[in-house]
C-alpha cells in the first residue's frame, strides 16, 4: 500500500493539493497521513482570554486542530467514497520541517502531496517557504499542487535533466508510477549551459530509453537568468501537465535553488511540480 502524506494549515490551497491527490491516486490502494504542524506564536492573544485557566496552552491548540483536521478527513471520506484509500490524522506541534521529517520516517512516507501559496497577476505562482524548504530538506519526493490546480489526465510529463548527475531508477519511481497511472508520455527537457559537453549531454539518453518507453527529447539551451521562464514557455507550448525534476545535493538545479529561492522566482506554471532526491548510494 502506498503511503502519502498530508501536510495542511487547513487553507484553500492546502485542501485543493488533498483534493488533487484524491483523484490522482484514485484507483490506487493509499494510506494518507494527514499532517498538521502547530507552533506557539500562531497562538494570539486573543485566543489566551478565552483559555480556562486549567487548560495549557499546548492543550487548547491541538485539540481545536484535532477537531478540524478531523473535519476535512470526514468530508474527504464522504466525497470520495473511496475503498482503496484509508486515512490516518496527526497533530504536531513541532518546527514544520522537523514535524515533516518525523512523520516520514514514522511512517514510512512514499510522497508527500502539499500545495503552494498562489501570486494574483499574470497566474505567476510563487512556491510557499514551507514548501520550499520540504523540497530542500526532505528525502521523500515531494509533489507540489499550485493554487487552484485542477486534476487533469497527465498525458504529457516534462522532467527537466541538466546532466550533472546519474539517474537511478529508484530515484524515479514516484514519476514513473504517476506515469503508468496515466499512460503519459515523457518530455524529457534538457537543460544545455554553456559549459556541457557532448558527452555529458548524452550519457543518460541510453537510461531513459531503457527505461521509460514513451520518451522524448528537447535540449532548452539556458543560463541562469532564464532557466525558469524557458522551461515555463516549453511546458506552455507543449501542453506539458506536470515538471519532474530530480536533484542532488550540488547539481545545477541545486545550486540554481540556492542562489534564487523559490519565493523570488515566479516560476509562472500552474502546473504540479514533482520534486524527487538523486541519491548517492
Keep these: 500500500m502506498k503511503t502519502i502524506l498530508l501536510p495542511t494549515d487547513f487553507s484553500k490551497n492546502s485542501i485543493n493539493a488533498i483534493d488533487y491527490a484524491m483523484k490522482l491516486f484514485k484507483d490506487v490502494p493509499c494510506h494518507f497521513y494527514v499532517l498538521n504542524v502547530q507552533k506557539a506564536s500562531a497562538f494570539i492573544s486573543d485566543d489566551l482570554m478565552v483559555v480556562n485557566s486549567s487548560t495549557t496552552i499546548y492543550t487548547t491548540i491541538v485539540d481545536a486542530a484535532k ?38 520516517t514514522k511512517y514510512h512516507i512514499d510522497l508527500i502531496v502539499m500545495g503552494t501559496k498562489g501570486a494574483s497577476g499574470f497566474a505567476k505562482v510563487f512556491f510557499g517557504s514551507n514548501t520550499v524548504k520540504v523540497m530542500q530538506r526532505c528525502n521523500v519526493p515531494v509533489l507540489a499542487i499550485p493554487d487552484n490546480c485542477v486534476f487533469s489526465n497527465l498525458g504529457k510529463i516534462g522532467f527537466t535533466s541538466s546532466f550533472d548527475s546519474l539517474y537511478k531508477l529508484k530515484d524515479l519511481q514516484p514519476l514513473k508510477q504517476i506515469m503508468a497511472l496515466n499512460k503519459s508520455k515523457l518530455y524529457i527537457l534538457h537543460a544545455v549551459g554553456e559549459n556541457n559537453f557532448a558527452e555529458e549531454m548524452n550519457r543518460d539518453i541510453d537510461f531513459f530509453r531503457s527505461n521509460f518507453k514513451e520518451s522524448s527529447f528537447q535540449y532548452l539551451h539556458v543560463d541562469d537568468k532564464d532557466v525558469y521562464n524557458t522551461i515555463y514557455q516549453y511546458s506552455a507550448k507543449n ?3 506536470m515538471i519532474a525534476m530530480s536533484i542532488s545535493k550540488h547539481s545545477f538545479f541545486e545550486r540554481l535553488f540556492n542562489r534564487h529561492t523559490f519565493e523570488e522566482i515566479a516560476f509562472n506554471i500552474d502546473i504540479p511540480f514533482l520534486v524527487m532526491k538523486n541519491t548517492t548510494d
Design 239 to 241: 501542453d506539458i501537465k
Design 67 to 104: 477537531k478540524s483536521i478531523n473535519n476535512i478527513t470526514a468530508k474527504i471520506k464522504k466525497q470520495y467514497n473511496n475503498d482503496n484509500h484509508h486515512f490516518e490524522t496527526i497533530v504536531d506541534y513541532d518546527n514544520f520541517i522537523d514535524a515533516i521529517n518525523q512523520a516520514t
